[in-house]
């Protein structure tokens, strides 16, 4: 019965994540909290791992009952507290200077600032994807793996790349519920050059992208649909998410069911 395993939301783009035992929608198909925050230079653009490597020597522990953070420079070994909606300037000069120009902590309580806007929700992977990703580079630990495809919802007791029946033909959406929401998986999720890195230093891996297109294009499932590949840097499924499931929660262990009209290996 595939169910649902770790709950890992983002509070500020690009930095650590939480791991929650439940999670509740918004309006705007995002979970609560997750990229609740994003940090934004002068011109308005993201200031994120796409951008510089710097950001994976950045540490941050969220408290979130508490409304704290603490912010490490991995570098220096300095560490701060900050209230996150009382101190929101002071994070800001923070992390200012740790980027060495004028950034702003940016908050959105809609939906955030997901990566694929027209696709909000929280994005779905297996475990046991993530497992066999991880056979392909022995160098790195499963939980290595999971902090650089920063995945919202994990998906157990299903094979890998059970996901990739979550999307169909571009414009197509493929209704799924976990406990009693109902998500729209939308398309593969793009991958940019963050899991190529070392999650925590930013230290490249060779041929990291060229081995996981081979890898990816070998083993892709029969029930994917492949006119969605026009390359294999893909990993993950994006979401939609209707304003109707909004101030509902799913929580660790719920079940997960495919609709009846598009049931495939691994599916209910």
Known sequence: MPYLKPITIFPIKSLDGLEVTQATFLKGGAIAHDREFAIIDQ??????????????????VFDLPARMVTMTNQDSAQSQKFHLDDERQALSAWLSDFFGYTVELKQDLHMGFPDDPDASGPTVVSTATLKAITSWFPELSLEEVRRRFRTNLEIDDVPAFWEDQLFGEAGQLVPFQ????????????????????????????????????TKRQGTLPEWAVPQRFNHFFKLTVNTQVAASE????????????????FSLPGSI
Request: with cysteine; charged share 30%; aromatic share 6%.
């Open 246 to 261: 909004a101030g509902k929660t799913i929580k660790l262990g719920d079940e997960v069911k495919l609709s009846s009209t």
């Open 43 to 60: 011109h308005g653009e993201f200031v994120n791992g796409k951008r510089t490597d710097k950001i994976h020597r950045l540490r941050s």
């Open 178 to 213: 976990i406990g009693d929401v109902v998500l729209n998986g939308s398309n593969p999720c793009q991958r940019c050059v963050v899991p190529t890195r070392d999650s925590l230093k930013g230290d490249r891996y060779p041929n990291f992208q060229k081995t996981f297109i």
